[in-house]
C-alpha cells in the first residue's frame, strides 16, 4: 500500500511540476492592428517583447493622446527621428484618448505622421499588458523603449525633447 501511495504523489508531483512548467513558459501573446490595417503580432517576454517584424530594431512606444498638447508638440520630433534612423528604429503611437480608427487615420494624415500609429481601439488587451507590466498610471505621453533584442531599456512619462531621444537611440544602438 504504501509503494502505491509513493507512487501516486510522485507521478502526481511530475504532473503539478509539468503544469507549471507549460504555464511559466507560456508568454503573453497579443496583437495589434495599426491605422494602415497592419496586425502586429507581439509576444510579453520576461524581459520586454518580441514584436515580430521589427526583431533587431529599437522600438518606441509612444502612448499619446490627440489632444495632449506635449504628445502633439512631439509628433514633428518623431516625424523627425523616424525618418533619420528608419533602418534601426521604429515607433509605434497608440492613441488612447478616446479616437477611432477613422478619426485617428485623418489625424496622422494632417500631422505627416511617418510611423506606426494604433487606435485604443485596434489595440486589444496590449495597453492593459503595458500598464500592469509598467505600473503606468495613464500619464502621456508615455514612452516605453526597447533595445534590437526587446528587452525594455527606458520609461518615461512625460514629454522628452528631441536631443534626448537621439541619445536614447545612441544608447540603444548596438555596438560595432
Known amino acids: 500500500m504504501r509503494k502505491i501511495l509513493t507512487s501516486a504523489l510522485l507521478i502526481f508531483s511530475l ?3 509539468t503544469q507549471a512548467a507549460e504555464k511559466a513558459s507560456e508568454q503573453p501573446k497579443m496583437s495589434i492592428t495599426d491605422i494602415k490595417g497592419i496586425t502586429h503580432q507581439i509576444t510579453g517576454t520576461e524581459q520586454g517583447l518580441n514584436i515580430k517584424g521589427l526583431e533587431g530594431k529599437i522600438v518606441f512606444l509612444e502612448f499619446f493622446g490627440h489632444r495632449c498638447p506635449p504628445c502633439v508638440k512631439s509628433i514633428p520630433h518623431l516625424i523627425k527621428l523616424q525618418e533619420k534612423h528608419k533602418d534601426k528604429l521604429a ?5 488612447v484618448q478616446g ?4 478619426q485617428l487615420t485623418q ?4 500631422n505627416g505622421m511617418n510611423y506606426i500609429v494604433v487606435a485604443d481601439e485596434k489595440a486589444g488587451n496590449f495597453v ?10 495613464g500619464s502621456i505621453p508615455f514612452l ?5 533584442e526587446g528587452a525594455v531599456q527606458f520609461v518615461q512619462a512625460g514629454m522628452l525633447p528631441e536631443s534626448s531621444l537621439e541619445e536614447l537611440i545612441k544608447q540603444l544602438s548596438p555596438k560595432k
Open 144 to 148: 516605453v523603449a526597447l533595445d534590437a
Open 107 to 110: 489625424f496622422a494624415k494632417e
Open 91 to 95: 515607433i509605434i503611437a497608440i492613441e
Open 99 to 102: 479616437y477611432n480608427n477613422e
Open 128 to 137: 492593459n499588458y503595458i500598464s500592469q507590466r509598467a505600473e503606468w498610471g
Open 15 to 17: 504532473f503539478t511540476y
